[in-house]
């Protein structure tokens, strides 16, 4: 399945998810929309390390962006055998340790969703590429390949972990330290050894323009730091 892939259970998990949903509203209780995460995608890997956030076309109106997890994991850790465990929500995903990428600045300024998609975009399919083959030289970022991108683009990702001025810090090899927030809980590699990088997607959205909605996390695959 190539980036643009798309489960073909989709249109029969809606089917269901809506005969639920009138099924509750009988009921009196209250509805919440439901999410489609972001679409089944080729996943990255260590011989490419390239992530990739499929856009599905939707009309739901609650609907505002994506939003990305990430996990290091270090060589005696099975970061593809872990990651790929159930993770039915993104409380799970957070009990397993997984933390929030951010945009730059500090993390009290930081604002939903991470990957805004523009409303034009919203009924089409595209994708948003992360490319992590550049972690070596550069700082990866997030390329947004819709028609209506946002001012910025590609657009900044960083780390939950922040420098010397409480800034965030960039997915760059060179701006990874074992005494980092997200780094503490592996065993910094030696040379010749690797640090694995395991990325979710979960799609986000606002009801009433105040109450956060998620879906289901989307695996998107694990790629690999050279020491």
Not at 139 to 152: F, K, L, W
Not at 168 to 192: C, Y
Request: glycine share 8%; proline share 10%; with cysteine.
């Amino acid at each position: 399945m190539g980036p643009d892939g798309v489960g073909e259970g989709a249109p029969v998990r809606r089917a269901l998810l809506a005969a639920a949903m009138l099924a509750l509203a009988a009921c009196g209780l209250e509805i919440l929309p439901y999410l489609e995460p972001p679409g089944d995608s080729t996943k990255a890997s260590p011989g490419t390390a390239v992530f990739y956030v499929l856009n599905q076309a939707t009309p739901l109106a609650e609907f505002r962006g994506f939003e990305l997890y990430y996990k290091f994991y270090s060589i005696d850790q099975s970061a593809e055998q872990t990651s790929q465990q159930s993770l039915p929500d993104l409380d799970a995903l957070q009990e397993a340790g997984f933390q929030r990428m951010y945009s730059p600045g500090h993390l009290s300024e930081q604002s939903l969703p991470l990957i805004p998609v523009d409303p034009l975009d919203r009924n089409t399919p595209f994708t948003t590429e992360l490319d992590f083959t550049v972690v070596v030289t550069m700082e990866p970022s997030a390329d947004y390949q819709g028609a209506n991108p946002p001012a910025v683009n590609p657009i900044p990702i960083r780390r939950a972990a922040t420098d010397g001025s409480d800034n965030t810090k960039t997915f760059a090899q060179s701006a990874l330290d074992e005494a980092d927030v997200d780094l503490v809980d592996v065993t910094w590699p030696g040379p010749g050894e690797n640090l694995n990088l395991v990325v979710y997607a979960l799609s986000y959205g606002l009801k009433d323009y105040s109450t956060p909605l998620y879906s289901t996390p989307r695996y998107l695959g694990y790629m690999d730091y050279n020491f």
